[in-house]
């Protein structure tokens, strides 16, 4: 599982781009309001900004401008009051340019890829070892846009036959994106990842009858009396795209004759709502295996706990549907539902 915090850091490591502390202090008029603080792009989270050891907060105090190291007070500096500024600050980008381009190459690394399930592939299911390829394909991206900085730069000539090649800088950064690429390409191949991945498939066969795939089940040594398992191969056609949904997805993992509990923050105010949640074995299945019990945690922010007892997941299958619906004790025609997606259940061994 991939954070965007890692892959940030990792990005930063490959630009040389480290955070640094500088400390900016300046003496106020009692009129100006804006001051450079001489370093930039800065990070607005570790900013302290102090007038005469008073702590100044933000937003309310002042207004920071990230990418040109420029600070803009609500009221002038009261003439002879020290400023003081300590923060880090960064060579090239700040952490929102570099989200951009993590989920700019994270976009294009997963482009039309689908788990077992079916579910699209997000910035949590990238495995540990395509972390550092992703991480190539946000540096390429950083890459680019020093490169188009750089390709305004024009050589200078001085009339005494100096010459400044500043146009060299353009010429290195394409290097070095070409190399990258490369690089980023040769991951790919062994990996069979990203971009530069070769579409595989599994053929199977389709029952004449109902139209659905025969399930494939994993090879088993003549004296293994296991009951068989079955696989569950990716089954995204060339050009298929997952079913848009306004509901967000969450798939739930549980382990069959275990007590569950999971909670969400659903980030608003649940008062006067009523929910409902339930297992079934594919959506609209008039199989209806277990029911949570919801219970309310804290109405004003939405939080809330869904558990499953022992004895309800003693008979679970392997894979099932939930969903979580809320319907309103004053509104007889609302209801939403909040949450949606699978349930995997592990078998179990030990039993009564």
Not at 56 to 80: C, H, M, S, W
Not at 264 to 279: D, N, P
Request: proline residues 4%; glycine residues 6%; contains cysteine.
């Amino acid at each position: 599982m991939a954070l965007l915090s890692d892959l940030v850091s990792r990005v930063r490591l490959e630009l040389g781009d480290q955070g640094k502390e500088f400390t900016f202090t300046a003496i106020g008029d009692g009129v100006t309001k804006e001051f450079y603080l001489n370093n930039k792009p800065v990070d607005a989270y570790t900013l302290l900004v102090t007038v005469t050891e008073d702590y100044i907060p933000a937003p309310t105090g002042y207004k920071l401008e990230v990418d040109q190291g420029k600070i803009r007070f609500q009221n002038p500096v009261a003439n002879g009051a020290l400023l003081t500024v300590h923060g880090t600050a960064y060579r090239y980008f700040s952490d929102a340019d570099i989200e951009r381009f993590v989920n700019t190459a994270v976009g294009q690394h997963l482009h039309e890829r689908t788990d077992a399930y079916g579910s699209r592939m997000s910035i949590g299911a990238i495995p540990a070892v395509e972390e550092y390829p992703v991480a190539i394909l946000s540096t390429i991206e950083a890459l680019w846009a020093l490169a188009t900085d750089a390709s305004f730069d024009i050589n200078i000539t001085a009339p005494d036959g100096v010459v400044i090649p500043r146009s060299q800088r353009w010429q290195q950064l394409t290097s070095m994106i070409q190399q990258r690429q490369e690089q980023y390409k040769q991951l790919c191949s062994a990996l069979n990842i990203g971009l530069w991945r070769i579409q595989m498939g599994t053929l199977r066969r389709v029952s004449r009858h109902t139209n659905k795939l025969v399930p494939i089940y994993m090879a088993q040594e003549i004296d293994d009396s296991r009951k068989p398992e079955r696989v569950y191969l990716p089954n995204d056609l060339n050009g298929r795209e997952v079913f848009p949904t306004t509901v967000q997805a969450y798939d739930l993992v549980l382990y069959q004759g275990d007590s569950f509990s999971q909670d969400f923050v659903l980030g608003a105010s649940v008062t006067g709502l009523v929910f409902k949640s339930e297992l079934r074995t594919y959506p609209n299945s008039p199989a209806r295996y277990a029911s949570f019990d919801v219970t309310i945690i804290d109405a004003a922010t939405g939080r809330i706990r869904i558990t499953l007892t022992q004895s309800a997941t003693k008979y679970l299958p392997v894979r099932l549907f939930w969903d979580l619906q809320a319907t309103s004790t004053t509104d007889a025609t609302f209801q939403k539902t909040f949450l949606r997606g699978q349930v995997f259940v592990t078998q179990q061994v030990s039993v009564d």
